[in-house]
């Protein structure tokens, strides 16, 4: 069943690819972005746009603020970019900042029953900002998590064993950050306990599990140290 319209405010990386998964899942029957940028904005969502002939009926549309007045969900990825060598935390105060501006521009207009996903870093942070500006209940204010460290970890426990990412059962918890922690003792595969997977299937060490944990915790700083070799100047609001 369809639901209504879900905004997505940032057209960088994860929001544009954000509104554009979620157009080809088919779940909203409007997508809007929004973004400082409006050209960025709009040029993502016409590109999006003339592809709707081959999914199901959506309208996807560049907007603004008013738009959020009959949102069922809005989805927060802004921000500025973690710079190379920068922590998420370390965004906390510009981002903070920023928060402040897209919160209350999105509260003047958004219902009372909408639903707000925080994406953006330090996103533990940025969410409980959120849930404190908003004024909602705090079962309307979602962050994302740990969610993307999960995946990645799952990915990486795929990649060492063979199996199929899909069941690698795993999770990474705590923080979106350098404190997370990985939940070996709930770790299965294909419904077997890691360590017996291991005994029976394939050898794999203590240094080999401790080698996947600091992959993932360091992913983030090593994807931006490499896209920002081949960056163009355009302004980009993203989370990685």
């Not at 057209?11 to 998964?21: D, E, I, K, L, P």
């Not at 920068?86 to 906390?92: A, C, F, K, N, Q």
């Not at 639903?115 to 969410?127: E, G, H, M, Q």
């Not at 890691?194 to 599990?209: A, I, P, Q």
Request: with cysteine; proline share 2%; hydrophobic share 40%.
């Amino acid at each position: 069943m369809l639901r209504g319209k879900i905004v997505v405010i940032g057209a960088g990386f994860v929001g544009s690819t954000s509104a554009y998964t979620i157009m080809l899942d088919g779940l909203f029957q409007e997508i809007v972005l929004i973004d400082i940028n409006k050209d960025k904005a709009e040029g993502d969502a016409l590109d999006m746009a003339h592809g709707i002939s081959f999914q199901k009926p959506v309208s996807v549309y560049s907007g603004d603020w008013k738009d959020c007045a009959d949102a069922d969900i809005v989805v927060i990825t802004a921000g500025v970019n973690q710079k190379v060598g920068e922590s998420r935390i370390d965004l906390l105060r510009r981002n903070a900042d920023i928060f402040k501006s897209i919160i209350g521009s999105v509260m003047k207009y958004a219902p009372d029953d909408v639903i707000l996903l925080t994406v953006s870093n330090p996103v533990d942070i940025l969410t409980y900002i959120t849930y404190k500006l908003s004024g909602l209940p705090k079962n309307q204010v979602i962050g994302s998590g740990t969610v993307l460290d999960t995946s990645r970890l799952k990915y990486l426990i795929s990649r060492h064993t063979g199996v199929d990412a899909r069941y690698c059962h795993t999770y990474i918890i705590g923080e979106h950050g350098d404190s997370e922690v990985a939940a070996w003792s709930i770790t299965n595969i294909a419904g077997i306990n890691m360590r017996r997977f291991f005994e029976n299937y394939g050898k794999c060490t203590d240094e080999d599990l401790q080698m996947m944990y600091e992959e993932v915790k360091n992913s983030a700083y090593e994807i931006i140290q490499k896209r920002a070799r081949h960056t163009t100047p355009l302004r980009r609001l993203s989370r990685v």
